[in-house]
């Protein structure tokens, strides 16, 4: 992520937001609240319920910010944010949500009720409760 994160600045873009694939169920009032978010503070997390992140953003990536994380744990949120404070980089929040990890993350997906239309589609042709 901080590759990601390094590239684009290099190329000229910023803010910067990474969101996790595994998140389908995000609402665009979501995303639009990061940018007034990361316009009052230097980072950005969108916190799951699992421990981790399913957004992740910043104004400027700092060559530290993921020092010492543990990947794909129940601590991952919690060390990414003292890393990002560590570095000057306090966050701001969006919401909680949650990602689908698995099968039953994937059939909480399936019952919501308002999901973006390729998310909906999917769903309606693939998964079998």
């Not at 944010?81 to 969006?94: D, K, Q, V, W």
């Not at 998310?119 to 998964?127: D, M, S, V």
Request: net charge negative.
């Amino acid at each position: 992520m901080l590759r990601c994160f390094e590239e684009m600045q290099a190329a000229g873009h910023a803010p910067l937001l990474i969101l996790g694939s595994d998140s389908p169920a995000l609402s665009l009032a979501s995303l639009v609240l990061w940018t007034e978010l990361l316009a009052r503070s230097p980072a950005l997390l969108g916190p799951a319920e699992d421990g981790g992140y399913y957004a992740i953003g910043c104004r400027a990536p700092h060559p530290l910010m993921f020092r010492g994380v543990e990947w794909s744990s129940p601590h991952t949120r919690a060390q990414t944010e003292a890393t990002l404070i560590r570095c000057g980089l306090s966050p701001a929040y969006l919401p909680m949500s949650y990602d689908v990890d698995t099968p039953e993350d994937l059939a909480r997906l399936a019952s919501e009720t308002t999901l973006p239309p390729n998310t909906a589609e999917w769903l309606r042709r693939h998964y079998k409760e």
